[in-house]
Every structure is written in structure tokens, then in C-alpha cells.
């Protein structure tokens, strides 16, 4: 907003606004908040909200206004905010400046943060006003309600105000009103009694009769749009005149504003068709000469002051708008067919190329196939740009101008397909009976196979999809069944079909960079889940060695092989990848399985005892999943978290992960999330050394004692392998074990946990001197990157245990072992595992005080997150970029962890983390 915005009269609301200012002081004593503003249409949210920002004066305000006509637009919303920042801060975010459509919404919303964090100088508060959020572009839902779940320390108040919800609501629209859990809910109802008085002796001059105003509040229910309209329609004596029981004004609101307009100058009621016609904010001066007044300012006075206009003389180009949406449609219903047709024809030599294409089309008066080709060629370029759900329109126009079955029909089902591709079922099912109208061909069964699979419907959409695959022969509609066929085998575990239809796919040729390495990478994960990872890794052989030097249209295959390293145990090499993965989205570059790699990340940190670290990545995961209806990515962050929270024996946290996961599971029933599932409830198991429900855990995952998924093999093998031994099947237990020996990577963190379990069979076969004497040959090999320090500990544990039952070794020997174990489960805080290694210290005679010297850290989840990425080199803006939060809230986070820890400096910092004094 600014200064210059012309305000309407405003009365009541004392309630609402105070509520409102509530939070806003909330804001400034630290913190975020959202408070979102429901209401009917004309309701008076708008008002509020204006009258609201005018008392902000300390605040810096970023305001948005969503519109009906612009919500295929991606992140127009999010262009409206940033455009009201300071230019040369604005800069420093190029992703911001221009959005690029193809961006996926948590990277807006990551910038977007950084953004709000350089807003804030010297504690500044921001406020984030969205005004009829209902109409907001899909991606700009998504990226707010990301932003929303990572304010964790910043000053910023956020008011959306909307309509209440229908039946047809967008879900990410629903899932960004319960994006906070510091949320004020306002519902705006009709004025009350004693405000409908205030606003009747505001607008009519002199003494009212008695009860006129009640009798105002019984006739409009209190509707200020209403109530203004019969206030300024109806002449005051009339009004006061209590001896008529009837006063002369139609009942539908729409027809009394017809009545308005009719009191209106000549000159001024055509300015105000000009303005419905355009339907946004104009310049003044356009929207006179497609009027065709020669006074446009002299034209704008009526219609400003019976409160139809609302006018910005002091920005540039002086725009002007109509008041509301509901006037608009009264003034637009009412104009003749032909005064229609040449206000939009004439719009269109006014506005820029991208809306002069609605108002050519609502200038037509019957086919016209010229403009239908036209706009079938805008919409398939728009499409090649990535802005699909804008293709979708213009196709889906130039449909309805075809004056030809098989133009119609082609352009109709191609426009369904772009709309698809957004993820939109809503927008497109309502048109299935058009499209089964359609003559038989690909084309057709690729949109019903979509449509199919959009709603669940498997089975269908997986035969829809194969006729198209098969029909098409090659092209885009082959591409792109090819695709979507993809997804449904690899969904349900099918890698040998996965590998031929994505492979079929990839021979078609002429296909784009991008899509090209998505159909490389799903023939990589067919065959990984067909033959196993070490199998998969020569479909990624046409990728560099350093995964840095990879281009950015390879990083859905680059994504792929950091997937296959961290299934074979190989730690460093796929941290690199899937860092560079994040890294690069985080710039912007957008690959399909970026948002995975966040959860999958979160799996390595685990595995190499970055635990903090890794329920960081984990919540950040979860975000990301939340943000963008992307539940089905959301199982692997969530495994990486009761993992965690099993090995420091958090069991209630852990027990609620699981039943999350569970939902997931019954939701998708995909096998990926019965895997993260099932593993997730086994390694509770082990943490609780529960044989028995370790192997209860497992049973999704067998077919009799074979496992029947190869991703994640070796993981589940191991588990096996110790659920068999702990129950006593010690034959079934080397049989797991001796095809574990045979594929596991002997350089990956597995050769300490296959050491350890082969240690343990023997153990169980009596055989203690054997079982010795491989805990001690696995225990020569030096910790380097590999290693995960929670299965060294594990090792070296049962190593001293053992040593001490046998007494093969000194006594000394056995407590070194044990001792060095509980110094590693130390730093981890992995409770369990350190109880019992302090109980076999106390047989040894030695306590864990005398093991371990303690490390008191008494930082929260968030500081961690802060503490530890600060540790590994990061600057607080690359700090703050990874963590997708400000780079406030880093500093504000550093700065309790200095106080809390004693420190001034990084290198402390990491060497506290380290648990060095």
C-alpha cells in the first residue's frame, strides 16, 4: 500500500481491529504471527485490512492482492510482495525478482525468507498482507505456507484475508491457513447495531428518525456493502420518512447497484464499464480512452464519491480500480452484448500481449480460427516455457473458438494435458465428459489415464496409459504416458517394467534435456529396484565422477546415484551428491527429486552420527513435503527421524513417527513407504534389543525369510541377520548373512555391521574364540568417512563384552573396548546403547563417569540445527540459505548459542560440538 491510496469511510470493526493489533504487538515484542481474516464477499475483509496497515507505521509492508484472473500466473502473488520491498534489497534475490515458473515453491519460499530476514533491520517488523487469498496462484499458496513454517525467529506478521472455504477449495490453500501454529482466526460477520448507526449518520446529513438505523441492520443483515449501497441509492428523505414499511430499493444487492449506476453522470458510468472490462488496476488514462471520455479525472468524481472506484493519485500512473468484485459483475452483467464486445476489443490494443489474449477472445462473437491457431501456437509455447497451467487456458480457449471437430477436440485434450501437469485434478475433471465426447485416439487416453491416476483410480489409469504409450508411437503424447506410466510401475515396486517403459521412452528421441534425464533416472531406479543398486549405478555412467561438475539438467540422475551410493554404504559419496542437489535447487535450478533429497540427506546425516543434523534436514524435509502436497516424499525424512529418536531411546516421539507413518502407508500403500515403515518400526526394535519385534517389524518386507525389495537390501538384511540370531535361527541367520557378506560394498560403513553380526552368529553358536578373533581383525581397520559411529560403537561393544564373558584378554583390554564405545555413544546421546555399555563397565568395575567426561550441551533442536551447520563452515547467509530460514534468525540463534556454550568463536563452536572441552 501506499500513502496516497484513496481510503473509504470506515466504522465498526472495533473487536476485529483490536485483535489485529494484538498481534501486531505480538510481533514486536518478538516472534511471528498469522492472522487470517474470513468473510463473504463484501464483507468488508478489504476495509479491515486497510484500515489495519494504516496504523503499522513502524512496520515495513509488503501487500498483495490476488485476482480471479490471474491465478494461472505462477508466484503472482509472490511478484506483488517482493515488489513492494526496497529495490536494491530486492536485488540481491534474483529468483525473486523474476520467478520463474519452473521454480519449485520451497526455493521461492526459501528466498522469500532470506528476504524478510534483510527487511528487518534492527529488529524492524515486516508485515505480510495477502488480500483475497482465495483467488492466489497454486505455487504462491505453496511457497507461503513454507515461509510460514520456517519463521522461527523473525518479526513478521502475516494477514490473509479470504472467503470461507467451499467444498472445491484448493488443498494448499487449506494446508496455508494451518501453516502456523501461532494462528488468530477473525471471522468477519455482518455490522452490528450500533455500527450500522455510525455508518448511517456518516453518510446522511441531519437528524435521522428513531429506528432507522435498526430497521437498516433487519433490512441488510448488516452487509456493509449492502448497506452502503442502499445508503447511497435511496434519497434520505426517503429514508426517513418511518411511515413508509417498504423502502424503493430491489432486494438483490446486484440490481441495487444497478440502480446506483443508473443516478451516475453519463461520462462516468461509461468510465466505470471501461474499468469492468479491464477488471484491475489501471492507469487513469487508459482506462479514459477505451471509455472514450475526454475528462477521465472529471469522469472518476461521481464514481469515487457513491464509493464504485477507488483511486492511487499518488503512484505512478495514477491507476484506479473498481471498489469491489461484486460491482464489477453488476456493471459488467449489465452491459449490451455489443458494448461488451467493443470494450474488449478495444482493451486489447491497450494491455500487454499477455492480457490482450482474454479480451481478444471475449471480443468474439463466433469461431474464428485464425485467433484459435494463434492461441494454440501462444499456449504451446507458454507450455515449452514450463507455465503450464497458462497453456491450459489459452488451449482451452482456442478450443472454444475452433470451428472445426478435429481442431477442437485436439486443442480441448491437449489443454487438459498442460492442466494435468500442474498436479490440478480440480480444474480439469469437470471436463472428462468432454474429453470421453472426443474421437479415440493417444491423445485422449493419455488425459483419461492422468485424470485416472489423479484420482486413485490405478488400475484404469494404468491401462489408459499403456494404449497411449503403445498408440503414440513417438512425440510428446508418447513422452509424456511414457512417463506417467513410469511413475505407476516404480510406484508399485515394478523395476523390470519401469526399466522398459522409461527406457522405450528415452529411444524416442527429441525429447528435452530435463526430461530426458528424468526418463535416464527412472530407468536407473527401475533397475535398482529390479536388480539392486550396484546394478543401477551403470545407467548413471554418463555422469561426471564429482558430482559438482554436473549440469543442471542432470541433477534428477545425479540425484538417483547419491540415492545407490547411500543404499551400498558409500557415506561421502552420496553426501556429495545429494548436497550439490540441494545446493542447486536452493539456486534455483528446480529438478524434479530436489525436494527428496532434503529427506534423503537427513538418512545420511543419521547414518554418519550427525544426529542433531539430521533431524534438522528431517523437519526441513517435512516443510518442504507439507508445503507442496509432496506426502509421498515425506516417508524417508520421517524414517530418518525415529531413527534418531530410537537410538536416544525418545520412545514416546518415536512411537507417534511411527503411527505418522503408518497413515502414510495406509494412504499410499507404496512400496517405498512400506519400506521406510517397516525399517523405521525395526529399528526401534533394535534400540530396544526386542528380537522378537525386530523380526515382527520385518514381515512387510518378507516373502518367508526373503526380502522382497532391493532398495534399502542391505539395511534389511542386517536387521535381518539380527533379528534370527537374537531369536535363535541361527540356519536362517547364515543364510541372510552369507548373501549380506556377498553384496555388501567392503569399503562402506556395512563392513563394521557385517563384522559385528557374523561376531555374534558365532557368539551363538558357542564358538566365542572365532567371534573374538573377528571383532578384533574388523577393529584394526582405521574410522575414516565411512564409517557410521553408531554400528563402530556397536562393534566395539560387543567386542569388550565379549572379551570380558571369556576372559581371553585382560580385564583391562575388555573395559578399553567398552570404554571407547560409550565415549562414541556419548556424543550422539544414544541412550539405549550407552545403558547398556554402562552396565558391562560396572561388571568390569568401572563406571561411565570414569569413561566419559560429559558433554553438557543444553542447546534446543533449533540452536543444534544453527550450531552445527555454522560448524561445518558455513556463513551465516549460506547458513541461512541451507536451513531455509532468515539470516536473522541465524544470528539471533548464534548469538543464545555463544551465551549458552561460553564461546566466541566457530572453532569452539565445532570443537564443543566434537564434545571437547
Known amino acids: 500500500m501506499t500513502s496516497g491510496e484513496a481510503t473509504p469511510l470506515f466504522v465498526g470493526r472495533a473487536g476485529e481491529a483490536e485483535r489485529l493489533r494484538a498481534c501486531a504487538d505480538e510481533v514486536r515484542a518478538g516472534g511471528s504471527r498469522l492472522a487470517v481474516v474470513e468473510g463473504e464477499a463484501g464483507i468488508g475483509k478489504s476495509a479491515l485490512l486497510r484500515h489495519f496497515s494504516a496504523s503499522l507505521d513502524d512496520f515495513t509492508i509488503l501487500w498483495a492482492t490476488a485476482d480471479a484472473s490471474e491465478t494461472d500466473f505462477p508466484y503472482g502473488v509472490i511478484g506483488q510482495l517482493t515488489r513492494r520491498a526496497d529495490p536494491s534489497v530486492l536485488a540481491r534475490f534474483p529468483l525473486l525478482a523474476e520467478p520463474a515458473a519452473a521454480s519449485t515453491p520451497h526455493v521461492i519460499g526459501g528466498q522469500l525468507l532470506l528476504l524478510l530476514g534483510e527487511l528487518q533491520p534492527a529488529g524492524r517488523p515486516v508485515a505480510v498482507v495477502v488480500d483475497d487469498l482465495q483467488w492466489a496462484d497454486r505455487q504462491s499458496t505453496q511457497a507461503l505456507s513454507f515461509v510460514l513454517r520456517r519463521l522461527w525467529s523473525d518479526h513478521v506478521l502475516t494477514?490473509?484475508?479470504?472467503?470461507?472455504?467451499?467444498?472445491?477449495?484448493?488443498?494448499?490453500?487449506?494446508?496455508?491457513?494451518?501453516?502456523?501454529?501461532?494462528?488468530?482466526?477473525?471471522?468477519?460477520?455482518?455490522?452490528?447495531?450500533?455500527?450500522?448507526?455510525?455508518?448511517?449518520?456518516?453518510?446522511?446529513?441531519?437528524?435521522?428518525?428513531?429506528?432507522?438505523?435498526?430497521?437498516?441492520?433487519?433490512?441488510?443483515?448488516?452487509?456493509?456493502?449492502?448497506?452502503?449501497?442502499?445508503?447511497?441509492?435511496?434519497?434520505?428523505?426517503?429514508?426517513?420518512?418511518?411511515?413508509?414499511?417498504?423502502?424503493?430499493?430491489?432486494?438483490?444487492?446486484?440490481?441495487?447497484?444497478?440502480?446506483?449506476?443508473?443516478?451516475?453522470?453519463?461520462?462516468?458510468?461509461?468510465?466505470?464499464?471501461?474499468?469492468?472490462?479491464?477488471?484491475?488496476?489501471?492507469?487513469?488514462?487508459?482506462?479514459?480512452?477505451?471509455?472514450?471520455?475526454?475528462?477521465?479525472?472529471?469522469?472518476?468524481?461521481?464514481?469515487?464519491?457513491?464509493?464504485?472506484?477507488?483511486?492511487?493519485?499518488?503512484?505512478?500512473?495514477?491507476?484506479?480500480?473498481?471498489?469491489?468484485?461484486?460491482?464489477?459483475?453488476?456493471?459488467?452483467?449489465?452491459?449490451?452484448?455489443?458494448?461488451?464486445?467493443?470494450?474488449?476489443?478495444?482493451?486489447?490494443?491497450?494491455?500487454?500481449?499477455?492480457?490482450?489474449?482474454?479480451?481478444?477472445?471475449?471480443?468474439?462473437?463466433?469461431?474464428?480460427?485464425?485467433?484459435?491457431?494463434?492461441?494454440?501456437?501462444?499456449?504451446?509455447?507458454?507450455?515449452?516455457?514450463?507455465?503450464?497451467?497458462?497453456?491450459?487456458?489459452?488451449?482451452?480457449?482456442?478450443?472454444?473458438?475452433?470451428?472445426?471437430?478435429?481442431?477442437?477436440?485436439?486443442?480441448?485434450?491437449?489443454?487438459?494435458?498442460?492442466?494435468?501437469?500442474?498436479?490440478?485434478?480440480?480444474?480439469?475433471?469437470?471436463?472428462?465428459?468432454?474429453?470421453?465426447?472426443?474421437?479415440?485416439?493417444?491423445?485422449?487416453?493419455?488425459?483419461?489415464?492422468?485424470?485416472?491416476?489423479?484420482?486413485?483410480?490405478?488400475?484404469?489409469?494404468?491401462?489408459?496409459?499403456?494404449?497411449?504409450?503403445?498408440?503414440?508411437?513417438?512425440?510428446?503424447?508418447?513422452?509424456?504416458?511414457?512417463?506417467?506410466?513410469?511413475?505407476?510401475?516404480?510406484?508399485?515396486?515394478?523395476?523390470?517394467?519401469?526399466?522398459?517403459?522409461?527406457?522405450?521412452?528415452?529411444?524416442?528421441?527429441?525429447?528435452?534435456?530435463?526430461?530426458?534425464?528424468?526418463?535416464?533416472?527412472?530407468?536407473?531406479?527401475?533397475?535398482?529396484?529390479?536388480?539392486?543398486?550396484?546394478?543401477?549405478?551403470?545407467?548413471?555412467?554418463?555422469?561426471?565422477?564429482?558430482?559438482?561438475?554436473?549440469?543442471?539438467?542432470?541433477?534428477?540422475?545425479?540425484?538417483?546415484?547419491?540415492?545407490?551410493?547411500?543404499?551400498?554404504?558409500?557415506?561421502?559419496?552420496?553426501?556429495?551428491d545429494l548436497r550439490t542437489v540441494a545446493v542447486r535447487d536452493q539456486q534455483g535450478a528446480s529438478s524434479r527429486l530436489g525436494p527428496a533429497t532434503l529427506a534423503l540427506q537427513s538418512v545420511v546425516h543419521y547414518l554418519a552420527g550427525e544426529w542433531d543434523e539430521s533431524e534438522s534436514a528431517a523437519d526441513r524435509a517435512r516443510a518442504v513435503a507439507a508445503s507442496q502436497d509432496q506426502l509421498a516424499f515425506d516417508a524417508a525424512g520421517r524414517f530418518a527421524a525415529v531413527c534418531v529418536d530410537a537410538g536416544r531411546g525418545e520412545w514416546q516421539r518415536a512411537e507417534g513417527r511411527l503411527d505418522e507413518l503408518s497413515d502414510i502407508v495406509q494412504t499410499f500403500g507404496s512400496p517405498p513407504d512400506i519400506v521406510y515403515s517397516s525399517l523405521a518400526a525395526a529399528t526401534v526394535a533394535q534400540a530396544r534389543a526386542d528380537f522378537a519385534g525386530l523380526h515382527r517389524s520385518l514381515q512387510p518386507l518378507l516373502d518367508g525369510t526373503t526380502l522382497r525389495f532391493k532398495p534399502f537390501r542391505l539395511w534389511q538384511q542386517s536387521l535381518l541377520v539380527e533379528a534370527l540370531t537374537g531369536q535363535g535361527r541361527l540356519d536362517d541367520a547364515e543364510v541372510v548373512l552369507t548373501d549380506l557378506r556377498a553384496e555388501h560394498d567392503p569399503g562402506g560403513y556395512l563392513r563394521d555391521v557385517v563384522a559385528r553380526l557374523t561376531g555374534q552368529l558365532a557368539e551363538a553358536r558357542h564358538r566365542p574364540l572365532d567371534a573374538v578373533e573377528v571383532y578384533r581383525q574388523a577393529l584394526t581397520v582405521e574410522v575414516d568417512a565411512d564409517t557410521a559411529p553408531l554400528y563402530r560403537a556397536m562393534l566395539e561393544h560387543a567386542h569388550g563384552k565379549l572379551l570380558l564373558a571369556t576372559g581371553s584378554a585382560s580385564r583391562r583390554d575388555a573395559a578399553t573396548w567398552l570404554t571407547r564405545a560409550h565415549r562414541r555413544f556419548s556424543p550422539l546421546r544414544a541412550v539405549p546403547f550407552q545403558q547398556r555399555c554402562e552396565q558391562d563397565l560396572a561388571t568390569a568395575g568401572l563406571t561411565a563417569a570414569e569413561s566419559e567426561p560429559g558433554r553438557p550441551l543444553t542447546l534446543t533442536e533449533r540452536e543444534l540445527s544453527v550450531a552445527h551447520v555454522i560448524a561445518n563452515g558455513r556463513t551465516n547467509q549460506e547458513a541461512a540459505a541451507e536451513l531455509y530460514v532468515s539470516q536473522k534468525t541465524v544470528e539471533y540463534h548464534l548469538s543464545r548459542i555463544y551465551a549458552k556454550l561460553g564461546i566466541s568463536s566457530r572453532r569452539l563452536l565445532a570443537d564443543a560440538l566434537r564434545g571437547q572441552p
Open 159 to 576: 494477514v490473509l484475508a479470504t472467503r470461507p472455504a467451499g467444498g472445491s477449495a484448493d488443498e494448499s490453500l487449506d494446508r496455508l491457513l494451518r501453516s502456523s501454529d501461532r494462528t488468530t482466526r477473525i471471522d468477519l460477520n455482518g455490522l452490528a447495531g450500533d455500527e450500522v448507526a455510525r455508518l448511517t449518520r456518516a453518510m446522511i446529513e441531519g437528524p435521522l428518525t428513531p429506528g432507522l438505523s435498526d430497521r437498516l441492520h433487519d433490512y441488510t443483515g448488516g452487509h456493509p456493502l449492502h448497506l452502503r449501497t442502499v445508503l447511497t441509492e435511496v434519497p434520505a428523505e426517503m429514508l426517513r420518512d418511518d411511515g413508509l414499511r417498504r423502502w424503493p430499493v430491489p432486494r438483490s444487492l446486484l440490481v441495487a447497484i444497478n440502480a446506483q449506476l443508473d443516478r451516475l453522470p453519463a461520462e462516468s458510468r461509461e468510465l466505470l464499464d471501461a474499468l469492468a472490462v479491464l477488471d484491475a488496476r489501471t492507469p487513469l488514462v487508459t482506462a479514459g480512452r477505451l471509455a472514450g471520455v475526454p475528462d477521465p479525472a472529471h469522469a472518476l468524481g461521481p464514481a469515487l464519491s457513491g464509493g464504485l472506484a477507488v483511486w492511487w493519485p499518488n503512484e505512478p500512473q495514477s491507476p484506479v480500480a473498481l471498489v469491489h468484485a461484486l460491482q464489477r459483475d453488476a456493471i459488467y452483467d449489465a452491459l449490451s452484448p455489443e458494448r461488451r464486445r467493443a470494450l474488449h476489443a478495444g482493451a486489447a490494443d491497450l494491455v500487454g500481449t499477455a492480457v490482450s489474449w482474454s479480451h481478444r477472445v471475449a471480443a468474439a462473437t463466433t469461431t474464428d480460427e485464425t485467433l484459435a491457431a494463434e492461441l494454440e501456437q501462444s499456449g504451446l509455447q507458454e507450455a515449452a516455457a514450463g507455465r503450464n497451467a497458462i497453456a491450459a487456458t489459452r488451449l482451452g480457449w482456442a478450443s472454444a473458438l475452433s470451428p472445426g471437430r478435429d481442431d477442437r477436440e485436439r486443442r480441448l485434450l491437449t489443454s487438459c494435458a498442460q492442466s494435468l501437469l500442474t498436479l490440478r485434478a480440480d480444474r480439469t475433471l469437470p471436463l472428462r465428459p468432454q474429453v470421453e465426447d472426443c474421437a479415440p485416439g493417444p491423445l485422449r487416453s493419455c488425459v483419461l489415464g492422468i485424470m485416472d491416476m489423479m484420482t486413485g483410480r490405478i488400475p484404469t489409469a494404468e491401462e489408459h496409459l499403456n494404449e497411449a504409450w503403445r498408440e503414440a508411437g513417438a512425440g510428446w503424447v508418447a513422452a509424456l504416458a511414457g512417463l506417467f506410466l513410469a511413475q505407476i510401475t516404480i510406484a508399485s515396486g515394478r523395476g523390470a517394467d519401469t526399466v522398459e517403459i522409461a527406457g522405450r521412452t528415452l529411444a524416442l528421441g527429441d525429447l528435452d534435456p530435463a526430461t530426458t534425464d528424468l526418463a535416464r533416472a527412472l530407468v536407473a531406479t527401475g533397475r535398482m529396484w529390479d536388480q539392486g543398486p550396484r546394478a543401477a549405478l551403470a545407467d548413471l555412467a554418463h555422469l561426471p565422477v564429482a558430482g559438482v561438475d554436473v549440469r543442471d539438467d542432470s541433477l534428477d540422475t545425479l540425484a538417483t546415484r547419491g540415492v545407490m551410493r547411500l543404499f551400498l554404504g558409500r557415506l561421502p559419496e552420496a553426501r556429495a
